[in-house]
């Protein structure tokens, strides 16, 4: 084991240690405003060629809740939990005459999200009015989907992605009595990682390739602004 797998492994170790014993010291809700701009290239059959799009998408509310907790040592740590998503959506085209499905199929989708942050910069005491702060940390991130087809016109299908990386999140905290405070803060994930599994149940295939695994690197993906409400307990 190399120095720098040595260090990551004593960071790791430290930052499980202070959630596994910390104290819980807070529970803040949290509203988020987030902006992810997308460009992607895809392949058009009839002009033959390669078309690039992009478009960028600002999404308000996703609600999350966050734990904060003091360990021994007095480190900050901080978990955000956004609600697991399901959702199942089916759509079937009917023949008049004889009812029978023409065309359909049937999705399930199942997300999470959560973030670890650790209190890397605090130039003030917690109990001032105003406490500007930076912290670090990681995300994780988890969406699966399964398309099943009514109709033999194609093939069951499912992907998976998963995803991480670091993030770096400066924030201010406002202290508006005894026990609330509001928190406002700006994730930046620095880099984002994907690891999408796709499989396609399509007996012509062989089983080896009927499954890709694709690895996406991306920078600066998205921007969140994210507002929250606390109480100290």
């Known amino acids: 084991m190399n120095s720098k797998t040595a260090l990551l492994f004593v960071a790791i170790s430290q930052c499980l240690a202070g959630i596994a014993t910390g104290q819980l010291t807070t529970i803040k809700i949290n509203s988020s405003l987030m902006y992810k701009p997308e460009k992607n290239v895809f392949y058009k059959a009839i002009r033959q060629d390669g078309s690039t799009y992009s478009f960028s998408r600002w ?35 009917l023949d008049t005459t004889t009812m029978t499905i023409i065309e359909g199929d049937k999705e399930i989708l199942v997300s999470g999200m959560a973030r670890y942050r650790y209190r890397l910069i605090s130039p003030v005491s917690s109990n001032s009015w105003i406490y500007p702060y930076i912290d670090v940390g990681a995300f994780f991130y988890y969406h699966h989907i399964n398309f099943k087809p009514f109709v033999s016109l194609s093939y069951p299908e499912n992907e998976t992605e998963f995803s991480i990386g670091p993030s770096i999140i400066p924030g201010v905290k406002f202290n508006i009595g005894e026990r609330i405070y509001l928190d406002f803060n700006i994730p930046v994930n620095l880099v984002e990682a994907y690891l999408t599994r796709h499989h396609t149940d399509n007996p012509v295939l062989p089983n080896e390739l009927r499954t890709s695994s694709t690895l996406s690197i991306y920078t600066f993906r998205r921007w969140t602004a994210q507002l929250g409400v606390g109480i100290y307990l």
Do not use: C, M, R
């Not at 809740?65 to 998503?85: C, M, R, T």
């Open 59 to 93: 999404t308000f509310g996703n609600p999350s809740i966050s734990l904060g907790l003091l360990a021994k040592n007095e480190q900050y740590h901080q978990v955000d939990f956004w609600p697991v998503s399901f959702s199942s959506e089916s759509e079937k085209l």
